[in-house]
Each structure stands twice: as structure tokens, then as C-alpha cells.
């Protein structure tokens, strides 16, 4: 049985590209455009892992790991959340803090390579 990903980005080239590196690495996925979406598609079925944008329109990524966590069905999934780079200093590491209370276990900066995102995803994702 494959395992399910869900991407929470609202670029959809961003989501298209990491969509197909996945799914050439056996993965499924589920594709949502923000947090809203995101919470919208979850019906109880097994993720086992989201990757999430942190800055997206109508719910941001910390907001959206905040209320996934809520839900008993995914409050041991373990999320990576994406971002193009935090500002330097204080505000960085607040936001940092912000996320790993949510949940959040690993971040990745965009442009990235799908290898680089392969890698962290074997490693949060049990076989």
C-alpha cells in the first residue's frame, strides 16, 4: 500500500511539481491550494505526512497545522512546512517557535530540489 501526502500550497506550479516527484516515488497525493482546502479534503483517511506552504490566502500554514493537530486522525502526522526563507533575527525565530508548537518537524526552503524534498520525506514517513 502507497503511502498519502498531502501538498498545502498555493502555487499550483509549486504543488504540480512536487506532485510528480512524488507520485514517481510511489507516493499519492493530495493537492490542496491553502488551509482552508486543506482541512476541507481531510475525511478521515490516512495521511501520512503534509507538506505546507506557511504563507497562503485565507489560512496560512501555522494557522492550518494549528487545527489539523486538533483533529484525532492526524494529530501525529508529521508536517514539513515550506518557505522561501524567513526574515533574519527575532522574527525568524519567533515564527520558527510559532510552527514546532503547532506541530510542524521539519522545514524546507524554497527553490529546493525534489531530491532534497525525497530525502526529508524518508525520513518522517515510516516504510
Known sequence: MSKTI?????SASLR??????????????????DGKDALGKLNGQKVHLVISDI???????????????????????PVIMLTFGLQEG??????????????VKAWMVKPFQ??????????LVMP
Request: proline share 4%; aromatic share 6%; with cysteine.
Open 55 to 77: 504563507n497562503m490566502p485565507n489560512m496560512d500554514g501555522i494557522a492550518f497545522v494549528k487545527k489539523l493537530k486538533q483533529l484525532p486522525a492526524y494529530k501525529f502526522t
Open 16 to 33: 504540480q511539481l512536487l506532485g510528480i516527484a512524488l507520485c514517481g516515488a510511489g507516493y499519492e497525493v493530495i493537492e490542496a491550494c
Open 6 to 10: 498531502m501538498i498545502v500550497d498555493d
Open 114 to 123: 525534489p531530491a532534497q524534498m525525497l530525502e526529508a520525506i524518508s525520513k
Open 90 to 103: 527575532k522574527q525568524q525565530e519567533a515564527q520558527k517557535q510559532e510552527a514546532r508548537a503547532a506541530g
